[in-house]
């Protein structure tokens, strides 16, 4: 054994990869570039307009000015938009989840003719940028009498997350054994009911993952929010931002401040689900 060369290598004598190096010198750089933003809107919102004036845009602040977050909740209604915001992404994001699963499950498991044309179309309907089909929503929704309701705009919310949400989970649902959802048919169990024991279950980290993306996604969403909720009594979020920055745009403490407080949520939400995170989409990002 001592002519062979062992394919171990002692710790010291390890050679340094030097495309591994170039690489976390990258990730290093992005890291950066994507944290500094972060930084200086939060050491923004705790200055004064005189201290962020004085000083550079990454110094700490010298005294912590909490009276930018409360007078920018103040002077930007956020009560009220924060309200609309909770309402719709709680209405929307379980229930288009709960959608998402069982119709995932019906194309999956339940073979009735046309399933596979069904599942094109649904995902079909991932390739199509809802920013073309804003007008033709407002005039839909107008027509129903709609506008400046939840409703108007939770459903079109559920009309484009759901196609994305039922691709990722069809894909997971393929990979589950067939043994255990047939041996629980002939049991005597109704599809509902294995759906409801068996899938949800095993389908938890990939239901958090999606339920992290969802709640981003409508938390933060603009575009179809300012054509449909006109009135500043429904408005969600960032149209109360982006009001309470076309007014005070100026008032660089208070307006960071306000960044804050419209990020915090979904950062929030992230950080009690970022567990199931990469194993959920990793779950779900399978090939048939």
Same mark, same amino acid.
């Given at each position: ?49 005189? #201290? ?27 009560? #009220? ?7 719709? #992404? ?40 809802f920013q073309v089909m804003l007008a033709p929503i407002f005039k839909q929704v107008n027509s129903f ?8 705009i939770i459903l079109p919310y559920l009309a484009f997350g759901v196609p994305y949400q039922v691709f ?24 509902? #009911? ?87 989409l990793t779950s779900g990002a399978v090939k048939e």
């Amino acid at each position: 054994m001592s002519g062979v060369a062992s394919p171990f290598r002692q710790a010291g004598a390890e050679r340094v990869d030097p495309l591994l190096v170039a690489l976390w010198i990258a990730l290093i750089i992005v890291a950066v570039v994507w944290i500094a933003p972060f930084i200086f809107i939060i050491f923004t919102s705790l200055k004064s307009n005189a #201290t962020v004036m004085g000083t550079g845009a990454f110094s700490p602040p010298t005294s912590l000015a909490w009276e930018n977050f409360t007078n920018a909740w103040r002077r930007g209604d956020f009560g #009220t938009t924060v309200v609309n915001s909770t309402i719709i #992404t709680v209405i929307k994001v379980p229930l288009g989840l709960m959608i998402s699963a069982m119709a995932a499950y019906s194309l999956s498991r339940i073979q009735v003719w046309g399933h596979k044309v069904v599942f094109l179309a649904i995902v079909f309907g991932t390739m199509i940028p809802f920013q073309v089909m804003l007008a033709p929503i407002f005039k839909q929704v107008n027509s129903f009498g709609l506008i400046n309701t939840y409703v108007g705009i939770i459903l079109p919310y559920l009309a484009f997350g759901v196609p994305y949400q039922v691709f990722i989970l069809h894909g997971f649902f393929k990979e589950v054994p067939k043994e255990l959802s047939e041996a629980a048919l002939i049991d005597g169990a109704s599809h509902f #009911t294995v759906f409801r024991r068996i899938f949800l279950p095993v389908s938890l980290p990939v239901l958090a993952a999606l339920l992290i993306l969802d709640f981003v996604a409508t938390w933060n969403e603009f575009a179809m929010a300012l054509v449909i909720l006109q009135d500043p009594d429904r408005w969600t979020l960032p149209l109360g931002l982006m009001s309470f920055q076309s007014q005070f745009a100026r008032d660089y403490g208070q307006l960071n401040a306000a960044i804050v407080m419209t990020v915090l949520p979904a950062a929030i939400v992230y950080l009690i689900f970022q567990r199931y995170f990469v194993s959920g989409l990793t779950s779900g990002a399978v090939k048939e």
